[in-house]
């Protein structure tokens, strides 16, 4: 089976700033997608970004980015600039054909 | 514009009633899901669906059940219900294969 780690239950990052959140997966597959979760209190969950395994370019969408280590099955999001409205709960989230598996989430406080 | 609802998004109810959690979703999507949360944990999987009269049960053993007789209805019941299954519940769609998963904004249950 899948499993998912976030290593870092909370991180905070002041406000302007750059913060990575750590994500490491186990699976013995090679097609799957990974992708990341922002949970905004008492909101909606929304997908941040993803990423193809077949794919060695990290992905990028604006502000953040990943760092997609296949080998060392490694997923990291970058936020740069930080802004208030990214203090959420982050989840890193791995897809099967069959499933997603989450991770235990990580809290995000942005400090003005 | 292609959504995923559910009702009601807030629940209050005494020990023993039988309720259900609706959610539908207007995206067309095969497959759809039942999350448990509790505030600022982990999603935990307890009901998934990969089309009409399809349904299986997650991760997290759960007294609930569901039914799928339609492509966009997803309703989740509870025959008894117990302070126990106090919790959010989380509905989500997905095409077939890797895509990601769109959320619905929850049902927070609280039983008495």
């Known amino acids: 089976a899948q499993t998912v780690t976030q290593s870092q239950p909370e991180m905070s990052v002041q406000e302007a700033e750059t913060v990575t959140l750590s994500c490491t997966y186990d699976?013995?597959?090679?097609?799957?997608?990974l992708f990341w979760y922002k949970q905004p209190p008492s909101r909606q969950m929304i997908l941040v970004i993803r990423?193809?395994?077949?794919?060695?370019q990290n992905a990028t969408e604006n502000r953040f980015s990943v760092n997609f280590q296949k080998a060392a099955k490694s997923f990291s999001l970058k936020i740069s600039d930080s802004q208030l409205g990214d203090a959420a709960m982050y989840f890193c989230?791995?897809?099967?054909?069959?499933?997603?598996?989450f991770g235990s989430g990580t809290q995000l406080t942005v400090l003005p | 514009e292609a959504d995923i609802y559910q009702t009601p998004r807030y629940l209050v109810i005494g020990t023993g009633k039988k309720i259900t959690l609706e959610c539908s979703q207007t995206?067309?999507?095969?497959?759809m899901y039942w999350y448990q949360q509790d505030p600022g944990m982990e999603l935990h999987l307890i009901h998934y669906?990969?089309?009409?009269?399809?349904?299986e049960k997650g991760d997290l053993s759960s007294e609930s059940t569901v039914s799928r007789i339609r492509t966009e209805h997803f309703p989740l019941t509870l025959e008894s219900a117990r302070p126990s299954h106090t919790s959010q519940y989380l509905c989500?769609?997905?095409?077939?294969?890797?895509?990601?998963?769109?959320f619905g904004p929850g049902t927070r249950l609280t039983v008495l």
């Open positions: 989230a791995y897809s099967s054909a069959r499933q997603l598996t």
């Open positions: 669906s990969y089309g009409v009269n399809s349904t």
């Open positions: 990423q193809e395994a077949y794919k060695q």
């Open positions: 995206m067309g999507h095969d497959k």
């Open positions: 989500a769609s997905s095409e077939l294969g890797y895509n990601e998963q769109f």
């Open positions: 699976t013995s597959e090679s097609d799957y997608y």
